[in-house]
């Protein structure tokens, strides 16, 4: 898997907030961010100046580095459970067939 350059995920944050991001994506931006100080402050900030605002506005206190972890927990658990929904979907879809194939080489053959 290619990593992202610095350019590329502060680029795409914006999306990344707005919850934009492909699935493959979040994955490679949320390892980028973890282990690049400076794209994380740019996350940071973009992610205060979006969501931080609300916070302050209704006065709930604000902690940046457990909201912002909890947000990329969030996004990349979305799409562990939309992974695992679409195998299931496949698994169903094999399993219809199968029933298909075998109901018509009964009444068929
Ligand atoms: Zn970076």
Do not use: W
């Not at 290619?2 to 350019?7: D, F, N």
């Not at 907030?17 to 490679?28: A, N, P, Q, S, Y």
């Not at 994380?40 to 100046?49: F, P, T």
Request: some cysteine; proline content about 2%; aromatic content about 8%.
């Amino acid at each position: 898997m290619r990593q992202l350059s610095c350019k590329e995920v502060q680029r795409i944050i914006p999306d990344f907030l707005g919850e934009g991001l492909r699935g493959h994506d979040i994955v490679r931006f949320v390892e980028h961010i973890k282990s690049c100080p400076s794209c994380k402050e740019e996350l940071s900030i973009q992610y205060l100046s979006s969501e931080g605002i609300s916070h302050l506005e209704t006065g709930t206190s604000f902690n940046l580095e457990k909201e912002l972890t909890g947000y990329m927990d969030r996004a990349l658990k979305y799409r562990q459970r939309k992974l695992q929904r679409r195998a299931a979907l496949v698994i169903y879809e094999t399993l219809a067939l199968l029933i298909i194939t075998v109901i018509f080489l009964y009444t068929g053959g």
